[in-house]
T-cell receptor, first 116, second 113 residues
């Protein structure tokens, strides 16, 4: 089974702090994603990466950055946390097109971040 | 820009009844996904629909895809309480070169005993 593991289930941080959210997958997937989930807004894509050291902006990248130094690990960084970044953050991974018919994304358990 | 809309957003139904959740998307795509999310949990993949006319069934849930109409449906047959969850559809935007997964806002389903 594909396993996507996020480093924390719950985090509470102060405004202005630098925050790191870590995600690791064990299925050798090329693609990795960070989403945030807010009530009534569904899941919104923050950043994704299709290879080591590669990254692309999603729909809401402002206030976030990412790092992918190893294939299995994708980090989301909040340079200076703000209260409007309080949310559920979900990491996901998937294969690249053409490798398999298993094209869906597999999700981690989520990190609920509260910025106070 | 690809937009994905689901309706209804909330659905409360009696056990034993049938209902359909709709997922409309704004630009061409040949890949559509349905996910389930239980409260406080992550997303679990239900169905992957890869071509026009695709139909998949698992238990009381059946999903279909009409790429010409840019519409997918998730049909619930004889609902049971265990199906209470939030259901999301996601679409892969064309021309992205890789999978990208743009999600709808979700449909929160509550099945009443």
């Amino acid at each position: 089974d594909v396993k996507v593991t996020q480093s924390s289930r719950y985090l509470v941080k102060r405004t202005g702090e630098k925050v790191f959210l870590e995600c690791v997958q064990d299925m050798d997937h090329e693609n990795m994603f960070w989403y945030r989930q807010d009530p009534g807004l569904g899941l919104r894509l923050i950043y994704f990466s299709y290879d080591v050291k590669m990254k692309e902006k999603g729909d809401i990248p402002e206030g976030y950055s990412v790092s992918r130094e190893k294939k299995e690990r994708f980090s989301l960084i909040l340079e200076s946390a703000s209260t409007n970044q309080t949310s559920m953050y979900l990491c996901a991974s998937s294969l690249i097109p053409g490798k398999s018919f298993n094209t869906e994304a597999f999700f981690g358990q989520g990190t609920r971040l509260t910025v106070v | 820009e690809l937009k994905v809309e689901q309706n209804p957003l909330f659905l409360s139904m009696q056990e034993g009844k049938n209902y359909t959740i709709y997922c409309n998307y704004s630009t061409t795509s040949d890949r559509l996904y349905w996910y389930r999310q239980d409260p406080g949990k992550s997303l679990e993949s239900l169905f992957v629909l890869l071509s026009n006319g695709a139909v998949k069934q698992e238990g009381r849930l059946m999903a279909s895809l009409d790429t010409k109409a840019r519409l997918s449906t998730l049909h619930i047959t004889a609902a049971v309480h265990d199906l209470s969850a939030t259901y999301f559809c996601a679409v892969d935007p064309p021309g992205s070169g890789t999978y990208k997964y743009i999600f709808g806002t979700g449909t929160r389903l509550k099945v009443l005993a």
